[in-house]
């Protein structure tokens, strides 16, 4: 595969630290959730990257099939603790469409195409559990 883009990111501190990119003037104050402290977790990061490139995989599938659609991708990420320092991720992906002629039942399929489009949902298969749904407005 050919590579269309790369960046790389640095923290220090972990989730009581800063995070910054080499190639961006971005930087983060990052804070562990529920610290009440000023800053963003990785969680957050995280399901603001994914719902971008999710939107993005539906675009591509709605070119691919021709449809006519606006779309608003929201993702819910949890962090979810089991016994000691056992962690996982948990996604709820909500898609909703509008200005369309789809119905509620074509629309879901072609979230759930942009699902298997989708690199973030490509890298999570079989890592974290993810819902997909979707409704038209």
């Not at 961006?24 to 990785?42: F, Q, R, T």
């Not at 449809?67 to 709820?92: M, P, R």
Request: glycine share 8%; aromatic share 6%; charged share 25%.
């Amino acid at each position: 595969m050919k590579t269309l883009y790369s960046t790389k990111a640095t923290t220090t501190g972990g989730r009581a630290g800063s995070a910054s990119l080499a190639d961006s003037d971005l930087s983060i104050n990052m804070v562990a959730p529920g610290s009440g402290k000023e800053g963003n977790n990785p969680e957050q990061l995280f399901a603001m990257g994914y719902s971008a490139c999710f939107d993005s995989a539906l675009g591509a599938v709605k070119q691919m099939e021709k449809a006519k659609f606006d779309s608003t991708t929201q993702i819910e990420v949890d962090l979810l603790q089991g016994e000691g320092h056992d962690y996982k991720l948990a996604a709820k992906i909500h898609v909703t469409g509008e200005n369309t002629d789809l119905s509620a039942d074509e629309f879901q399929k072609l979230v759930e195409k942009a699902h298997q489009v989708c690199p973030y949902s490509k890298a999570t298969r079989g890592n974290i559990d993810v819902e997909v749904t979707s409704e038209v407005k």
